[in-house]
């Protein structure tokens, strides 16, 4: 099956990214994304405004992806979609399309869990890229998600331990928020907390059971922090940007971290990969690598191209579900929430 020439199109629109890519078997031919800008003057992803982008990128991306990948449609073995998690109405455009596109040039329909996505992203064949040998662990952290995967192989996947409440994406950027910066505000946090001392300011750290995280409870005590600040020196945000942030974003991969450490020794497993759009801070790789020497740890860290939200990511999960028959009929349909 591998010497094959199978052509997967993938399509992902779970939130606010159109994306379309292809790929020959497990190597990536193209993978191109139109960002939406619409949402910065609102300070987050407005769902109705994400949809109807949605519905005015899909076709020139989709015809970029087949442009640059140097093939006609017709050489197409089958269409991959994120059918969730995700936004409905962005969810929908995405699934719409690739059940129609499938349908018209008769090949088959292959559905892909988002979450499922990131992590198997690994498994793209890209030079200098090893990829993690079964069992491993997986920290997918994205804007809506905080998970610890146990992965025993493509399809066999168990969560260890999610969030109870905020993903760790959401606790950068309300954090951000507070401090007056634009969205996105993660990346920004990174930015500035490269700058800064990470021990400035001790914020407190939730205290959560088994392998679970919460979030919640450390952006109010952020909030508070700032308000106290702020009373007392109008110009304590501008003074300290660079300290703040540092300190909010160690305090967030000590949170991270230490449920990984945890996780590691409870199954013995010392293949550790990451995974979602946060995996894209400097910190978070900076802290996955100086656990290799310390705890004797193999990391993966994916290329930044598959951190964020990309098509690509889709189209090897379905090429993965390709090479087993996997494959869905036209009755689909969008799950925002969808569990690995």
Same mark, same amino acid.
């Given at each position: 099956?591998?010497?094959?020439?199978?052509?997967?199109?993938?399509?992902?629109?779970?939130?606010?990214?159109?994306?379309?890519?292809?790929?020959?078997?497990?190597?990536?031919?193209?993978?191109?994304?139109?960002?939406?800008?619409?949402?910065?003057?609102?300070?987050?992803?407005?769902?109705?405004?994400?949809?109807?982008?949605?519905?005015?990128?899909?076709?020139?991306?989709?015809?970029?992806?087949?442009?640059?990948?140097?093939? =006609?449609? /017709?050489?197409?073995?089958?269409?991959?979609?994120?059918?969730?998690? $995700?936004?409905?109405?962005?969810?929908?455009?995405?699934?719409?399309?690739?059940?129609?596109?499938?349908?018209?040039?008769?090949?088959?329909?292959?559905?892909?869990?988002?979450?499922?996505?990131?992590?198997?992203?690994?498994?793209?064949?890209?030079?200098?890229?090893?990829?993690?040998?079964?069992?491993?662990?997986?920290?997918?952290?994205? %804007?809506?998600?905080?998970?610890?995967?146990?992965?025993?192989?493509?399809?066999?996947?168990?969560?260890? %331990?999610?969030?109870?409440?905020?993903?760790?994406?959401?606790?950068?950027?309300?954090?951000?928020?507070?401090?007056?910066?634009?969205?996105?505000?993660?990346?920004?946090?990174?930015?500035?907390? *490269?700058?800064?001392?990470? /021990?400035?300011?001790?914020?407190?750290?939730?205290?959560?059971?088994?392998?679970?995280?919460?979030?919640?409870?450390?952006?109010?005590?952020?909030?508070?922090?700032?308000?106290? *600040?702020?009373?007392?020196?109008?110009?304590?945000?501008?003074?300290?940007?660079?300290?703040?942030?540092?300190?909010?974003?160690?305090?967030?991969?000590?949170?991270?971290?230490?449920?990984?450490?945890?996780?590691?020794?409870?199954?013995?497993? /010392?293949?550790?990969?990451?995974?979602?759009?946060?995996?894209?801070?400097?910190?978070?790789?900076?802290?996955?690598? =100086?656990?290799?020497?310390?705890? $004797?740890?193999?990391?993966?860290?994916?290329?930044?191209?598959?951190?964020?939200?990309?098509?690509?990511?889709?189209?090897?999960?379905?090429?993965?579900?390709?090479?087993?028959?996997?494959?869905?009929? *036209?009755?689909?349909?969008?799950?925002?929430?969808?569990?690995?």
């Amino acid at each position: 099956m591998e010497h094959q020439n199978i052509y997967i199109l993938a399509i992902e629109s779970s939130c606010d990214d159109t994306s379309a890519a292809v790929l020959h078997n497990n190597k990536k031919l193209s993978n191109v994304v139109a960002t939406q800008h619409i949402h910065e003057e609102y300070g987050g992803v407005v769902p109705e405004l994400a949809s109807r982008a949605h519905q005015q990128n899909i076709v020139p991306v989709v015809h970029q992806a087949l442009a640059k990948a140097n093939i =006609d449609k /017709k050489q197409l073995s089958a269409i991959a979609f994120t059918r969730g998690p $995700g936004l409905m109405g962005s969810l929908l455009v995405g699934t719409s399309f690739a059940k129609s596109l499938a349908l018209g040039l008769d090949i088959p329909l292959i559905e892909v869990n988002h979450m499922q996505a990131h992590i198997l992203a690994h498994f793209i064949d890209e030079e200098n890229n090893p990829k993690p040998q079964f069992p491993f662990l997986a920290l997918t952290i994205s %804007g809506g998600h905080t998970q610890i995967v146990l992965v025993k192989g493509y399809f066999d996947l168990e969560i260890l %331990g999610e969030t109870l409440d905020d993903a760790v994406g959401e606790a950068f950027d309300k954090s951000a928020k507070i401090l007056g910066l634009p969205y996105p505000g993660g990346p920004l946090v990174d930015k500035y907390a *490269q700058l800064g001392n990470p /021990k400035a300011f001790p914020f407190p750290k939730p205290k959560v059971k088994d392998l679970n995280f919460s979030f919640s409870g450390l952006k109010t005590s952020i909030l508070y922090f700032i308000q106290k *600040q702020v009373k007392e020196n109008p110009n304590f945000v501008e003074e300290n940007l660079n300290d703040i942030c540092a300190s909010i974003q160690y305090t967030i991969i000590d949170i991270l971290m230490s449920k990984l450490k945890k996780a590691a020794k409870q199954t013995g497993i /010392k293949q550790i990969a990451i995974g979602g759009g946060v995996s894209a801070n400097s910190g978070i790789r900076q802290a996955l690598k =100086d656990a290799e020497n310390k705890y $004797g740890w193999t990391t993966y860290v994916p290329k930044f191209e598959y951190c964020t939200d990309n098509a690509a990511m889709i189209g090897i999960v379905g090429y993965l579900k390709y090479l087993e028959g996997n494959f869905s009929d *036209q009755s689909i349909t969008a799950k925002a929430r969808y569990v690995i």
